[in-house]
């Protein structure tokens, strides 16, 4: 995980995917503090819907497991 501050309020977190294993970067409307402690302390932080409220559940997903929604539509389309 990589997680760079590119303003007050915004930040580019680069994760590898739990699902494939490859790394993709991801531009959230977020503090980098907040989001890089909740990642290193997620069982004492609260649910990741709770603390990041304003955040799509895509961008939720990839904060909790580096799946982009593009992975999601793919293995879905492999599925069917």
Do not use: H
Request: proline residues 4%; negative net charge; contains cysteine.
């Amino acid at each position: 995980m990589y997680i760079e501050r590119l303003n007050e309020k915004t930040c580019r977190l680069t994760r590898f995917s739990e699902l494939s294993g490859k790394g993709f970067a991801m531009v959230l409307p977020a503090d980098w503090k907040m989001v890089k402690d909740w990642i290193e302390n997620r069982q004492s932080r609260g649910l990741v819907q709770d603390v990041f409220p304003d955040l799509s559940s895509e961008q939720r997903e990839f904060i909790l497991t580096g799946i982009t929604p593009e992975e999601w539509n793919n293995l879905n389309m492999e599925e069917e």
